[in-house]
C-alpha cells in the first residue's frame, strides 16, 4: 500500500508526506525484491486524512479530482517500469462523478499498460 495525504476532508490537494509516505525509491525497491522472490505485485494507492479523520468524508471536487488523478498516475511508471508488471488496485472511495473517475482511469490507462 503506498499511502499519501490531504490536509482534511475539504482539501483539495493530496501531497505526499515525507515522514509518512513510502519514498519511490522504497517502492521500486519492494517491487524488483517481491519479483525477484517469484512472487507477483498488486499495489493500493491509498488517500489518508492528515487530521485523522475518517476518509469516507472526503469531500471531492473537481480539483480534488484532478489531484487524485495526478496522485494515481504518480504510480503508473514504478508499476509498469521495466515490464515488471504490478497490478495497480484502484480502491473508489468516491463515487461524485463517475466521468471524472472515468478520466483518472483514462488517463493511467494511458500510462500504464498492467492490470488495474
Known amino acids: 500500500m503506498a499511502v499519501w495525504y490531504q490536509a482534511d476532508a475539504g482539501s483539495k490537494k493530496i501531497y505526499t508526506d515525507p515522514e509518512k509516505s ?15 522472490l517469484g512472487m ?11 487530521d485523522g479523520e475518517m476518509r469516507t468524508n472526503i469531500i471531492p471536487s473537481e480539483e480534488w479530482f484532478a489531484s487524485y488523478k495526478e496522485f494515481i498516475l504518480h504510480f503508473a511508471p514504478a508499476c509498469g517500469k521495466e515490464q515488471r508488471g504490478a497490478s495497480l488496485y484502484r480502491n473508489r472511495t468516491v463515487e461524485h462523478n463517475d466521468l471524472t473517475m472515468a478520466g483518472s482511469v483514462a488517463g493511467h490507462n494511458r500510462r500504464y499498460q498492467g492490470s488495474l
Open 22 to 36: 513510502t519514498s519511490d525509491e522504497s517502492l521500486s525497491h519492494a517491487i524488483n525484491t517481491i519479483h525477484a
Open 40 to 50: 507477483k505485485v498488486m499495489l493500493k494507492p491509498h488517500v489518508d486524512l492528515a
